[in-house]
Each structure stands twice: as structure tokens, then as C-alpha cells.
């Protein structure tokens, strides 16, 4: 949908009033540090649903992140406020109906590529971890203890590496990797001929996952990528294999990555996103009980390094999150023409 499809806002020389959910402290920082005089920030930690809609009221835009939901019950409410626009802070926007924001005529715009490359050097950063069990290093170290039994890693140099999903991210991290020596093999439902002329080569879903010493998930949330990886999945990749989901959490089935880890199957998993996230990640939880078992059951292993969806969270990504959600902003609310009109329109889902 293009911005001509919208109504101008109604609201061109007031300031806009835009909530921001799921807030932290950092999102403070850097959304204040570059707001224009024409926009006005009003900051909550809480996430957006059916539930906490009511705080938009006055509102005319909300800001959202990757765990706030937005279905077809709040946009109404949001609707029915005044609200006429959804500024996600992120990429992904598989928690958005966007279907129904459009039928309904609701803008919602996104950052559609803040910083590959700081998610793909922390792809990079779990594998080398994994793979020399610096987690486990760390902590020997600390206390003294210089054994390196058990700490055995393997050179990347040479390894057949497979990449599910080859767009900005995952071309980042096939760059990096080309670097260390690896063989790339990629399977993408888009084949890109920048990712052939690197060198790397499209393969089919069955052959990489067969193949491949290490697989990393850089492909979006979809109905049909929901749980990709699998039991049959699982039991059909290299004995030894090492995974790595820096994308979204729910495409990997955590019972059968588990299974498989218990089966030893998967030598080593690595996971920046999980499927239950939404009401475990962004907050220090550290005097709770974690009630979540199957995320608790994942910590016991010692091949498994789990960080809380922290990709992303580089000072120049945060600066472009923050600068690209003030120009979606203006831009909706104003519809001028800016220079990069082409740049911003395409934000627009
Ligand atoms: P992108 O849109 O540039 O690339 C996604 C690629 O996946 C595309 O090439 C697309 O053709 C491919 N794809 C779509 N359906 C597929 C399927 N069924 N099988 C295989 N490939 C398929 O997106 P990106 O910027 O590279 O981001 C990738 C994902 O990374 C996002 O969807 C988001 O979920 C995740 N992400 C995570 C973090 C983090 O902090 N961990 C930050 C940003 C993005």
C-alpha cells in the first residue's frame, strides 16, 4: 500500500502525540536524542494487546517492538481512538495483522533494515562461542581452573556452512563467513544472484539440511516457516550439527531441538529468540521464578548458549532504529515529499 492510500493525519502543525510499548531505557536514549520539536514521546515499559490498548487514548501514533501484539481486536481499538498509524521499532512484523491494518485503512510502517551487520556479528558471535565453548572457558578461567578437557572446538576454516534465508542478514553473515574460509550452501523460496556471485550456492531445503555442519536461520516468520525446523528436520541433519536461530523463535520446535540435543543428535544450539519470548525476554527476571520449564530444561545444557534476543542491540542499529521511526513519523504525518520519499514510502507494509 502506498502512502497516497492514506488520509493525511489531520494533525500537521500540531506535534504528534506517539506512545512508545515495551520501552527500555536505551529506546529513551535514542528516540529522545534525535526527536524533532514536532513530535512528543510518552515512554511505557508495558507491551501492547487487547488489554493495554486503553493507554493509546490522545494518541496518534503507537510505537511498537517485536512482542507487542498487534491483532485485528487492538487495531479497531486503536481505530476508534484516533490512532492512525503503528511505528514498529524492528524488522520483523510477524506480531502485526498487517492484512487487516490495511483493509481497516491503519499505516503501519516499519525499519526494514536498521543493521544487518549487527545481527549478523552476533550469528557470528554464538557460533565462535559454541564452538569454543567460551561460556564454559569464562568461568574456568575465573575460578582458576585451566583444563581444557572438554573444551575440544573445530576449525570453521573449511566447514559447510547453510543458510536458510539469504536477505540482508543472511548475506551479512555469508560475507563473514566466506571470510573464515567456510563452504556456503543456501536455500531461499527468492534465489539472489549476489549471493551466487560471492561464491556461495543454492541448494535445496533437504540437501542443506543434510549437508551442513553448522545451519543458521536468517529467514522471516511466516505460516509456513512456523516450526521449519522439526523432529524430521532434526533427525535428518550431519550427527553433530551445530544450529543457530538468530531470526524469530518460532521456527524451531524447542521440544524436538531438545529431544535431539538429548539424543545428541545437535552438538551444539545456539539461539538469540525463542519461542516463548513474548513473556520471558527484555527484563531482568533474575529474583523470579522462571516458570517456563521447557526454556529452563534448555539451560541445563552445557552446548547451548542462549542470549535474549539481543541481535540487534548495537549502538549504530539503535541510531538508525530511532532515526528511521522519527522519519516514518514525520513523514506519514506530514506526506511531504522528503528526498528519500521512494526510501521511506517503501517502510510502509
Ligand atoms: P530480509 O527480508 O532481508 O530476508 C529474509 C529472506 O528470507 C528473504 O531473502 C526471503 O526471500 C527469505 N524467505 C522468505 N520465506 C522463506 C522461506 N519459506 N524459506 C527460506 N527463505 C525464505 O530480512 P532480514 O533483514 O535479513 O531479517 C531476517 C530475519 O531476522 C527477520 O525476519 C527477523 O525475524 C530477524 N531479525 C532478528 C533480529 C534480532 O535481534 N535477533 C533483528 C532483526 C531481524
Do not use: W
Amino acid at each position: 500500500m502506498t502512502l497516497d492510500q492514506y488520509k493525511p493525519s489531520g494533525n500537521q502543525t500540531q506535534q504528534n502525540k506517539v506512545i512508545v510499548f515495551s520501552s527500555q531505557a536505551y529506546d529513551k536514549d535514542f528516540l529522545t536524542q534525535h526527536c524533532p520539536d514536532s513530535i512528543e514521546f510518552q515512554f511505557f515499559e508495558t507491551k501492547l494487546d487487547a488489554k493495554s490498548v486503553v493507554l493509546a487514548s490522545g494518541f496518534d501514533v503507537v510505537s511498537v517492538f517485536v512482542n507487542d501484539t498487534i491483532d485485528a481486536e487492538v487495531i479497531d481499538a486503536l481505530l476508534e481512538m484516533g490512532v492512525e498509524h503503528i511505528a514498529l521499532r524492528c524488522a520483523g512484523y510477524n506480531n502485526v495483522d498487517v492484512e487487516y491494518a490495511n483493509e481497516r485503512g491503519m499505516a503501519v510502517s516499519r525499519v526494514p533494515a536498521y543493521s544487518p551487520q549487527a545481527v549478523a556479528e552476533h550469528t557470528i558471535a554464538l557460533m565462535m562461542a559454541l564452538n569454543r565453548k567460551l561460556h564454559k572457558a569464562y568461568n574456568r578461567v575465573k575460578e582458576g581452573n585451566f583444563d581444557l578437557n572438554g573444551l575440544l572446538g573445530f576449525n570453521l576454516y573449511g566447514k559447510t556452512v547453510g543458510i536458510i534465508g539469504t536477505g540482508k542478514i543472511g548475506q551479512a553473515v555469508i560475507n563473514i563467513l566466506l571470510g573464515f574460509g567456510c563452504k556456503i550452501i543456501c536455500y531461499d523460496v527468492a534465489q539472489s544472484v549476489d549471493v551466487t556471485a560471492k561464491g556461495a550456492h543454492y541448494t535445496s531445503l533437504d540437501e542443506l539440511t543434510q549437508q551442513s555442519d553448522i545451519i543458521s536461520l536468517h529467514c522471516p516468520l511466516l505460516p509456513e516457516t512456523k516450526h521449519l525446523i522439526n523432529n524430521a528436520r532434526l533427525s535428518a541433519m550431519k550427527e553433530g550439527v551445530m544450529l543457530i536461530n538468530t531470526s524469530r523463535g518460532k521456527l524451531v520446535d524447542t521440544k524436538a531441538v531438545i529431544n535431539a540435543i538429548k539424543r545428541k543428535h545437535i552438538g551444539a544450539l545456539g539461539l538469540d529468540v525463542y519461542e516463548m519470548e513474548e513473556n520471558l525476554f527484555f527484563k531482568n527476571r533474575s529474583s523470579e521464578i522462571i516458570e517456563d520449564d521447557v526454556f529452563q530444561r534448555l539451560l541445563t545444557f552445557p552446548n547451548v548458549l542462549i542470549t535474549g534476543h539481543q541481535g540487534f542491540f548495537t549502538h549504530e542499529a539503535l541510531t538508525e532504529i530511532a532515526q528511521t521511526t522519527i522519519s516514518n513519523i514525520e513523514y506519514f504525518a506530514s506526506q511531504q515529499k522528503p528526498e528519500q520519499e521512494d526510501a521511506i514510502a517503501s517502510n510502509f507494509l
